[in-house]
C-alpha cells in the first residue's frame, strides 16, 4: 500500500518594521490597535524611537492597509498622511511634530 503525501501550502508571514509618529502611550495603543483591526497578527510601537514592528499574512493584509489605518486614527506612516481634520483632534498630548515629513 502506497501512502500518500498531501502538502498544503504554507501562508507567508511576514514581519515589517516602519516609522510611525507619536508621543505617547495613549499613541502607542491607538497605533497598535488599528494595526490589529487592519489584520496585523501583533503590532509593537517602540514610543522613544516612533518604529512600529507589525507582523501579518500576506494573503490577508499588507504594510499598505496597515498603514493608511494608522493614518485614518491620525497618524503619519511613510505611505499615508493623516488628514489634518483627523490629526487635530487628536488629543494634546498626542499631537506630535508633523514638521517631520515621512510620506515619500
Not at 508571514?13 to 487592519?38: H, P, R
Not at 522613544?48 to 494608522?70: M, P
Request: aromatic share 6%; net charge positive.
Amino acid at each position: 500500500m502506497k501512502n500518500l503525501k498531501i502538502i498544503l501550502p504554507q501562508k507567508s508571514t511576514v514581519t515589517e518594521t516602519f516609522k510611525v509618529l507619536g508621543n505617547c502611550g495613549m499613541c502607542q495603543k491607538t497605533i497598535q490597535n488599528a494595526a490589529l483591526d487592519a489584520g496585523a497578527k501583533s503590532a509593537v510601537w517602540d514610543v522613544d524611537a516612533h518604529t512600529l514592528t507589525v507582523t501579518f499574512k500576506e494573503k490577508k493584509t499588507s504594510v499598505d492597509t496597515i498603514q493608511k489605518a494608522i493614518a485614518a486614527k491620525g497618524y503619519d506612516t511613510p505611505l499615508h498622511k493623516a488628514d489634518d481634520a483627523v490629526y487635530n483632534n487628536l488629543h494634546g498630548c498626542c499631537q506630535y511634530d508633523r514638521s517631520e515629513s515621512l510620506v515619500q
